[in-house]
């Protein structure tokens, strides 16, 4: 069964960019789209805000008249509405293990700081079993114009970045875009610190040819399954998030992954990510990955 895109919205502004980045996303890929808002039921002393029903029925209304919107934009496309009484953060994290990927809304803050990410979208996506994508308020369909890349971050073994290279290969392939795959790396303090290992590390290649046969080696089976996708292979010294930050202007969708695994003090969501969360300005998909 083909798993649907789904779009968590709660009437912000930012919320509806996510929904409409998200129905475009669905018709590209042929697949439905889901719509969930999550509610509870709140009591005002002194406020007749209407009982546990009719605050349902708000509920309803509003997804109503946001998914109106989008139809009427995207004529045909399958679209499927929940309203659920809950927690914000199980309600999408929910909604998110029976999705493709889950698309929520982030506020912008400027041209310095790309994302405003509040505590919702920071667990929601900690915990997520899928992707999650970021959207901030104002996001168009512009941004995707041709020439923009799905810039990919990969690191580690092949294994290691299976699944956030399938994503960003599977996006690009239904976008018609170039992915554009960054590997960072860094000096061991070793070779840092003493000029006579940089010198028979030179002599012997260097970390640089190293680390470009390992950015290939992990491309080529996505360069098989995919041939119609160009690939531009960017590897590049330097932190992974400055890196990755640095080629943002090109990028129409920013994929990094995290690991999935928990720890003692519970999901986390990587440096990486996080940085690159709070400063890219472009949407950005977070793929958890063993």
Request: aromatic share 4%.
């Amino acid at each position: 069964m083909t798993r649907p895109i789904t779009a968590g919205i709660d009437g912000t502004e930012e919320s509806l960019a996510a929904l409409d980045w998200a129905a475009r996303e669905a018709v590209r890929r042929d697949v439905a789209l889901r719509v969930v808002h999550a509610w509870r039921f709140q009591s005002y002393e002194g406020i007749d805000a209407g009982d546990r029903d009719t605050q349902r029925g708000w509920a309803r209304d509003a997804v109503g008249e946001a998914v109106r919107t989008v139809t009427g934009r995207h004529t045909g496309l399958d679209v499927s509405t929940e309203v659920v009484e809950g927690g914000s953060v199980d309600v999408l994290v929910a909604a998110a293990a029976e999705a493709e990927l889950l698309v929520l809304g982030s506020r912008g803050h400027g041209p310095v700081v790309g994302f405003l990410l509040g505590s919702v979208g920071r667990q929601v996506i900690a915990e997520a079993a899928r992707p999650v994508v970021l959207v901030r308020a104002g996001d168009q369909a512009t941004a995707e114009a041709a020439g923009r890349e799905i810039v990919v971050g990969q690191e580690g073994d092949p294994e290691d970045s299976a699944d956030v290279l399938r994503f960003a290969f599977e996006t690009a392939a239904a976008r018609g875009a170039t992915v554009r795959a960054v590997r960072a790396w860094t000096l061991p303090p070793v070779f840092a610190y003493s000029p006579g290992s940089l010198r028979l590390l030179d002599e012997a290649g260097g970390l640089e040819p190293y680390e470009k046969e390992a950015l290939a080696a992990a491309l080529q089976p996505w360069r098989e399954r995919f041939p119609g996708v160009p690939v531009v292979e960017h590897v590049e010294l330097g932190s992974a998030g400055q890196v990755l930050l640095s080629v943002t202007a090109r990028a129409q969708l920013m994929v990094v992954g995290r690991r999935a695994r928990r720890t003692a003090v519970g999901a986390r969501i990587g440096s990486v990510a996080h940085g690159v969360l709070h400063h890219a300005d472009c949407p950005v998909a977070v793929v958890p990955h063993v």
